[in-house]
């Protein structure tokens, strides 16, 4: 079965920058052991407050099922992230495993 690689790409507000890093360091350590997501948040070399939030699902399925079962606590943290995202807003890019 394929993997899936599931990208949020934007850029944040740079007097948001140290409140969202507190934010999503939370909410990467939540997503990895509460809610058993294979996350990584990544910033771009050279272009400080961009970021991309990186989720790996090991099947087509398993990325169909990304959002099920979400608790309220983590709906909550990952809908929080918008608050720190510039006006340019966010990006989404679904990539599927061919080799």
């Given amino acids: 079965m394929p993997k899936v690689l599931f990208t949020i790409s934007y850029a944040v507000k740079p007097e948001a920058r140290e409140a969202y890093l507190q934010h999503v360091t939370r909410l990467r350590e939540h997503l990895r052991t509460v809610a058993k997501k294979d996350y990584t948040l990544y910033e771009a ?47 989404y890019s679904t990539m599927v495993e061919v080799a």
């Fill in 45 to 91: 070399k050279g272009k400080k407050g961009q970021f991309m939030e990186v989720f790996v699902s090991e099947s087509l399925e398993d990325f169909d099922a990304l959002e099920d079962n979400l608790d309220p606590e983590t709906e909550s943290m990952i809908a929080k992230v918008e608050e720190f995202v510039d006006d340019k807003g966010m990006k």
